[in-house]
C-alpha cells in the first residue's frame, strides 16, 4: 500500500510539471491585462507601455495597459491582489509598494504575501539637486552647511513618506545633519518650490530636474544610486562624494499575483529580460532618465525584501504615516 501512494504521488508530481510546462509553452492564450496603479504619463506607466508594447510583439497577445491610480499606488495594487494567478492580470508598479506597508495603518492586501515578483524593469534614479543661491557644489559643501546651519536649510518633496522625503532623512541621519522638511502635493509642485526659491534643495527624479540641471537654474550635488546616471554621467553618487554606504534606488518591477506558476513567471521574465537589452528599448527608456534594470525573479524578491525592511526603518524614523 505504502509503495501504491508513492506512486500515485510520483504520479501527480509529474502530471502537475508537464502541465505546468504546457502551460507555459502556449501562454499567453489571450490578452493579458496589465495593471499600472498610477495615471497615465508618469515613470511607471512610460516604462510599462515600452516594454509591454515589445512584449505584445514578441508573445503575439495584447499585454494591455489598464491605469488604475488611486491612494498612492494601494487601489490598483489590490485588484492585483485579488485577480486570479493565471498569467493573464499582471502589474507594474514601484518601489513605493513596499513603502506603502509601512505608510498606510492598513491595507486590504498582504505587500509581501499576495505578490510574486516577476522581474525588475529600471532604476528610477534621484538626484540631490540645490537651488544656485545655496553656496554649495558637492555633497560635501552640503553636509558642512548643514552642519554649520543645523534647521535652516529647507528641502521639497513630494510629501510625508514620499521616495524624495526618506532619501533626505536617510542622508540627515547618516551625516547627523538637521534640515527642515517642506512636503508638497507630488513632485512637479515640489521641483517648482526649488526653483522658485522656497526650498534650498529637494531630492528629485532624474527626469524632473535633468531640463533645468542643463540650464543652470538648478544645481546636481550627487545621485542616490549606486551607480551613476547615464543621463548624468558627470554627476557622482553620493556614496562617492562624502556618504560611504548611502544608497536609495527606486525601481519600477513587474508582479504578478501571488500563486502564478512559476513557469510563466520564468518565461515572462526572461521575455523581459531580452526586451530590457534591446538598444531600442534602452535608448527610450534612457531618455526618459530610467535605465534598464534586467534581473531574475529571485533577485527582485530579494531586493523587495532588503527595501521592506530598508523603507520600516527610515518611516519609523521620519514618522510618516497615511491614514
Given at each position: 500500500m ?17 502541465a ?12 493579458v ?8 504619463g ?6 510599462g ?24 499606488g ?13 498569467g ?12 506603502n506597508?509601512h ?39 552640503f553636509i ?25 532623512a ?12 517642506l ?35 538648478l ?17 557622482p ?15 519600477i518591477?513587474v ?26 528599448v ?27 525592511d ?6 519609523r ?7
Amino acid at each position: 500500500m505504502r509503495l501504491l501512494s508513492h506512486a500515485v504521488a510520483a504520479s501527480l508530481a509529474v502530471s502537475w510539471l508537464a502541465a505546468g510546462l504546457a502551460g507555459a509553452q502556449s501562454y499567453p492564450a489571450k490578452p493579458v491585462r496589465v495593471v499600472i496603479p498610477w495615471p497615465p504619463g508618469g515613470g511607471n506607466d512610460i516604462a510599462g507601455r515600452i516594454v509591454m508594447q515589445k512584449l505584445s510583439e514578441s508573445l503575439g497577445q495584447q499585454f494591455t495597459i489598464d491605469n488604475r491610480g488611486g491612494a498612492g499606488g494601494t487601489i490598483g495594487s489590490d485588484v492585483v491582489a485579488k485577480a486570479p494567478p493565471d498569467g493573464y492580470t499582471i502589474m507594474v508598479h514601484s518601489i513605493t509598494h513596499v513603502g506603502n506597508a509601512h505608510l498606510y495603518k492598513k491595507l486590504p492586501y498582504d505587500t509581501l504575501g499576495d505578490f510574486a515578483p516577476v522581474g525588475l524593469l529600471t532604476g528610477q534614479m534621484a538626484v540631490l539637486t540645490v537651488h544656485p543661491s545655496l553656496p554649495v557644489k558637492s555633497v560635501r559643501e552640503f553636509i558642512a552647511l548643514a552642519k554649520a546651519r543645523p534647521g535652516e536649510i529647507l528641502y521639497s518633496t513630494a510629501g510625508n513618506g514620499s521616495i524624495p522625503h526618506l532619501s533626505m532623512a536617510l542622508l540627515a541621519s547618516m551625516t547627523g545633519t538637521t534640515l527642515v522638511h517642506l512636503p508638497y502635493k507630488g513632485g512637479g509642485p515640489a521641483v517648482i518650490a526649488l526653483l522658485a526659491g522656497e526650498a534650498q534643495a529637494s531630492f528629485a527624479t532624474v527626469a524632473s530636474v535633468i531640463a533645468h540641471i542643463r540650464s543652470g537654474r538648478l544645481r546636481a550635488l550627487g545621485v542616490s544610486a549606486v551607480r551613476r546616471s547615464g543621463a548624468l554621467p558627470d554627476v557622482p553618487t553620493i556614496a562617492e562624494t562624502g556618504v560611504p554606504g548611502y544608497e536609495m534606488s527606486p525601481w519600477i518591477g513587474v508582479f504578478a499575483p501571488a500563486g502564478m506558476p512559476k513557469s510563466i513567471i520564468d518565461k515572462l521574465n526572461a521575455e523581459i529580460n531580452k526586451i530590457l537589452r534591446l538598444p531600442e528599448v534602452a535608448q527610450s527608456l534612457s531618455g526618459q532618465a530610467l535605465d534598464p534594470w534586467p534581473s531574475t525573479p529571485e533577485e527582485f524578491g530579494a531586493r523587495l525584501k532588503a527595501d521592506y525592511d530598508k523603507y520600516a526603518r527610515l518611516i519609523r524614523l521620519t514618522g510618516a504615516q497615511v491614514d
